[in-house]
């Protein structure tokens, strides 16, 4: 393969949204609307459109002025994932843990790697043509940006002591994942049996993990209990109260989304910030059940969570865009309405007001699915947010996937995990800053490349890295390597000088690579091949 050795120079392609800016200003909102690329930064509002037609960039003072509400929509986004993460994803995850009687760190790798981990994969796999030069940048950055920010700042938050076994191995999968991937993809082709080879890597991943915890409930002889919550406890004795008394009551108190004890306290501030948050609030409180075993009756309330059989599949086959689809000659949303009416009446006239019942636990399964839901869609718009601010500011690909799309499909991990560690379930947290990961590089990269490699005659996969491919590479495993450095110093206690050079290292990597961008000095994955399709 002939290769070039000129500077690189970043000129955007014509099929590049970023392109526009290339173009007079009275052609851009037509580019935005006929170009596929600007299309693909909107998940359920087009920001892109907002700012270059619906304003204009030749109306700069509102233009500006635009971007700046689009800050602050993402600010918002943000404050709605940490509400979320806090008062429904955490305490669910908890009492799964519970439940499922398994250790924090199988609990961090499994449930929590896979709900945080499982819709980039998702979105990953379902576009096997997507460019993979954003890819590559996108999963590297985010794996980056995970395992040295978010980790990091779980062990600020909530410093413990690791088993040296288990955060060797995870270590060591990672960097062997990494290793392999620098290695096979060096010219720019990835085969079934290159992709299959990390698949199995996760996989044995995970089988290692799961043996662990069965050989460490055999020595101790008795199971591993999480820290949710350390006693057990017990039904009520049957009393004379009705079952339904107090019940609407219950359901006012609980449905409330102003924290009575936060607003009676708060000065104006922290009450305009309750205000805000409240519509969202009162929507997930109306469609996700709490399930906390350490709130009163679990959190149990009757009438709430009979509405919740019907309000959080309603809202599931809504979001999806499945609802007017038709099954049998009829719309799903009305097979749903027809499978949760009787389930409601099964659980109104088995149940009562002042205790929970024995199936509440199943609630935690409805509990999960809507919490991942809401964070999934909440994430894509910061996503979709993001996107638009790399455009306005003329990021590359490249870049704008290791640092703001990195980011924005992160911030699911960064607000649940974070959220986790200052509740006390650190182990938990910080392990699904290795497990979520892993899963998206190891499964979103290779059967990514076995659906491409399927697509061709000779069954190989072309990849391209992009600019920036080598080089979150080289970082990614520097700060794994340095992470497992700092752990041996001291003696494998998480520190938070180990969470703070985690963060130190990152902080050098986007440096460097923003540093790049603007050719301050030379990327170290520089990339000099020829563009395949003829462009620049």
């Not at 290769?3 to 851009?28: G, I, K, M, W």
């Not at 170009?35 to 359920?44: G, K, R």
């Not at 199995?200 to 069965?214: C, N, P």
């Not at 649940?416 to 182990?427: C, D, E, I, P």
């Amino acid at each position: 393969r002939p290769v070039r050795h000129a500077t690189y120079v970043n000129f955007p392609r014509p099929d590049d949204c970023s392109y526009l800016h290339r173009l007079p200003v009275n052609e851009q909102c037509e580019f935005v609307q006929a170009t596929e690329a600007c299309a693909e930064s909107q998940f359920y509002f087009n920001y892109v459109g907002f700012l270059y037609c619906t304003i204009g960039s030749e109306r700069d003072y509102l233009f500006q002025l635009g971007f700046v509400l689009l800050l602050c929509v993402c600010v918002y986004y943000f404050v709605v994932l940490g509400t979320t993460a806090d008062q429904f994803f955490c305490p669910t995850l908890a009492a799964i843990a519970k439940t499922l009687n398994i250790s924090e760190a199988l609990a961090g790798v499994t449930i929590l790697a896979f709900g945080n981990g499982s819709p980039d994969l998702f979105t990953a796999v379902a576009n096997p043509d997507a460019d993979t030069e954003l890819m590559f940048s996108e999963l590297l950055g985010s794996a980056a940006f995970v395992i040295g920010v978010i980790g990091g700042t779980v062990l600020l938050i909530q410093p413990f002591d690791f088993p040296p076994w288990g955060i060797q191995r995870d270590l060591a999968f990672f960097i062997a994942a990494i290793v392999w991937i620098t290695l096979k993809a060096a010219d720019e082709r990835f085969s079934l049996l290159d992709s299959s080879v990390l698949i199995g890597m996760y996989l044995l991943f995970l089988a290692l993990v799961i043996w662990e915890f069965i050989q460490t409930r055999r020595e101790e002889g008795s199971s591993i209990s999480t820290r949710a919550s350390n006693h057990i406890r017990g039904q009520n004795p049957e009393t004379n109260v009705p079952t339904n008394e107090g019940l609407l009551t219950d359901f006012c108190d609980h449905v409330n989304p102003l924290d009575p004890e936060e607003w009676n306290q708060g000065r104006w501030m922290t009450k305009t910030f309750c205000l805000l948050k409240a519509p969202f609030v009162l929507l997930l409180l109306l469609t996700i059940p709490i399930v906390d075993t350490t709130a009163e009756r679990d959190g149990w309330t009757k009438l709430l969570n009979i509405c919740h059989c019907l309000t959080l599949p309603l809202m599931i086959v809504f979001l999806n865009g499945v609802a007017l689809i038709k099954v049998a000659n009829v719309y799903i949303f009305l097979w749903v309405v027809l499978f949760a009416v009787p389930i409601m009446v099964v659980v109104f006239y088995t149940s009562r007001t002042d205790r929970c019942p024995t199936y509440h636990k199943s609630f935690t399964i409805l509990s999960f699915l809507g919490c991942i839901q809401v964070i999934y869609i909440v994430a894509q718009e910061v996503v979709s947010v993001l996107e638009t601010v790399g455009i306005v500011l003329k990021l590359s690909k490249s870049v704008l996937g290791l640092s703001l799309l990195a980011w924005g499909n992160s911030v699911g991990d960064l607000f649940s995990n974070v959220a986790l560690a200052r509740q006390g379930y650190g182990k938990m947290a910080f392990a699904a800053c290795f497990g979520g990961p892993l899963l998206n590089l190891c499964l979103g990269l290779g059967l990514t490349f076995i659906t491409k490699a399927f697509s061709v005659p000779n069954l190989v996969a072309e990849v391209r890295k992009g600019v920036m491919g080598e080089n979150c590479e080289a970082y990614l495993f520097q700060i794994l390597t340095t992470t497992w450095l700092c752990l041996l110093f001291t003696n494998f206690q998480g520190r938070r000088s180990v969470g703070l050079s985690m963060i130190v290292t990152y902080l050098m990597f986007l440096a460097f690579s923003f540093l790049g961008e603007f050719e301050l000095i030379h990327p170290y994955g520089t990339d000099h091949h020829p563009d395949p399709n003829g462009n620049g």
